[in-house]
């Protein structure tokens, strides 16, 4: 099926509605990582896309053992070289509510990375002054701008990789004191992969907490009161990130990026020592 199958645009997105109303055809992809079975091809208004089905293979797991390189690889084993990025994220700022959305626009990453280098590959680091793509996160930016629910663009996501919990009120005070809009786990390494692999990577976030709905929970448990974790919310916060994405399939412009896919600096070149230290 993939032999015949050539998608536009790649999106990792958990949306079980969009896959069912479209008619999407479920696909495994190899990579050298192992092959990827989350994946769905088809067409949304006459785009040809691939839904990556998050970031998971099977079970959950802390994200410093998601395997995004297996998921870049998968997205560039089909030809793909646009890809979107959903995201449920934590709030940094106390007067941006549950459900507020962003579209990304920078990204701050404060995590420690782990990448399995091929070393039969020539190194290079990705080049990440602008992380994501102008022309696809301008096309994401006029999708939000028709939503019946406001969207922040350029927002800068502050990536927490790595620890298997989420921030200290600490930590966000000093992220809403840096300017920085939102938090989460997964933009980055991600979105360092995609660069890597010359890919136009864009991405669109939805709050799924406030530092002042998290005070709420816990005063709540403290006092012995019946509280319900925001977490009970996420299907309908996911669905706002959806409807900007399905906008953004509506009024697709096809585009050849004259930067993501040119960005490299590999060094061809690079020696240990002289070839005379050699002999």
């Not at 106390?94 to 190194?123: A, C, K, T």
Request: charged share 25%; net charge positive; proline share 4%.
């Amino acid at each position: 099926m993939l032999e015949n199958f050539k998608p536009e645009v790649a999106i990792i997105l958990r949306s079980d509605e969009t896959i069912k109303k479209f008619k999407l055809k479920r696909v495994s992809i190899n990579t050298s990582f192992g092959p990827v079975h989350r994946c769905y091809i088809g067409k949304i208004y006459d785009i040809p896309v691939l839904i990556i089905y998050g970031r998971f293979n099977g079970e959950k797991v802390p994200s410093n053992q998601i395997n995004f390189q297996q998921t870049i690889e998968a997205v560039k084993n089909v030809g793909v070289n646009k890809l979107i990025g959903t995201f449920v994220v934590g709030g940094i700022h106390p007067n941006m509510p549950q459900g507020s959305v962003y579209v990304l626009g920078d990204l701050v990453g404060v995590g420690n990375y782990n990448i399995n280098w091929n070393q039969n590959e020539s190194f290079h680091n990705a080049e990440m002054y602008n992380p994501f793509c102008s022309t696809l996160t301008k096309q994401l930016c006029d999708a939000s701008r028709k939503m019946d629910f406001p969207v922040k663009e350029n927002a800068i996501y502050v990536s927490f990789y790595g620890y298997p919990r989420i921030e200290t009120k600490a930590e966000l005070n000093f992220y809403n004191k840096m300017g920085w809009d939102i938090v989460g786990q997964t933009c980055d390494p991600e979105a360092t992969c995609a660069r890597l692999n010359q890919i136009c990577y864009a991405g669109v976030a939805v709050q799924i907490d406030d530092p002042s709905g998290r005070a709420e929970y816990i005063n709540k448990l403290e006092d012995n009161k019946k509280a319900n974790a925001y977490v009970e919310d996420i299907k309908h916060c996911r669905e706002r990130t959806t409807k900007i994405i399905l906008q953004f399939l509506k009024d697709y412009k096809k585009y050849d990026c004259n930067v993501c896919s040119k960005m490299s600096r590999k060094n061809k070149n690079f020696r240990e020592f002289p070839d005379e230290f050699y002999e």
